[in-house]
């Protein structure tokens, strides 16, 4: 299970790379606007390497937020690209809201798999 959420995690990263560095008119748009459209995708990167990285999880968000820097800074030489801070706070932000909703996710299925076993043995003798 472990490989399928981290290759799900790459696959996702390097799809929002390649909306961040590809051809404009190669991106995807929707009626979220520019900033409901990076706060998704970083959202959705997020959550998934939060998933994917459990045991490292603040070590992999703190990459994450330099990462995401550089793809906002190599911008700069991408053709009809636009590296912006307002773009770089949106993503690296919404990213690490991933990350937090990863460990809420966590949290809740301990806190469900702890109920459910003490549920099963049922009443202490």
Same mark, same amino acid.
């Given at each position: 299970? &472990?490989?399928?959420?981290? &290759?799900? #995690?790459?696959?996702?990263? +390097? ?6 560095? !590809? ?6 748009? @929707?009626?979220? !606007? ?6 998704? #995708?970083?959202?959705?990167?997020? *959550? /998934? *390497?939060?998933? /994917?990285?459990?045991?490292?999880? =603040? ?6 937020? $330099? ?22 706070? $949106?993503?690296?932000?919404? #990213?690490?809201? !991933?990350? =937090?909703? +990863?460990?809420? +996710? ?7 798999? +702890?109920? @459910?076993?003490?549920?099963?043995? !049922?009443?202490?003798?």
């Amino acid at each position: 299970m &472990s490989i399928l959420v981290r &290759s799900s #995690a790459w696959l996702l990263a +390097a799809a929002v790379a390649f909306a961040t560095l !590809g051809p404009p008119g190669l991106r995807p748009h @929707s009626d979220l !606007g520019q900033d409901g459209e990076h706060a998704l #995708a970083f959202i959705l990167v997020g *959550f /998934a *390497f939060g998933l /994917a990285y459990r045991s490292r999880r =603040t070590s992999v968000a703190a990459i994450s937020v $330099v990462l995401i820097g550089l793809l906002e800074l190599m911008q700069f030489w991408a053709p009809g690209r636009h590296a912006r801070l307002e773009d770089f706070l $949106v993503d690296a932000g919404t #990213a690490c809201v !991933g990350f =937090t909703l +990863a460990a809420i +996710a966590d949290w809740v299925r301990t806190r469900f798999r +702890a109920n @459910s076993a003490l549920t099963s043995q !049922g009443p202490a003798e």
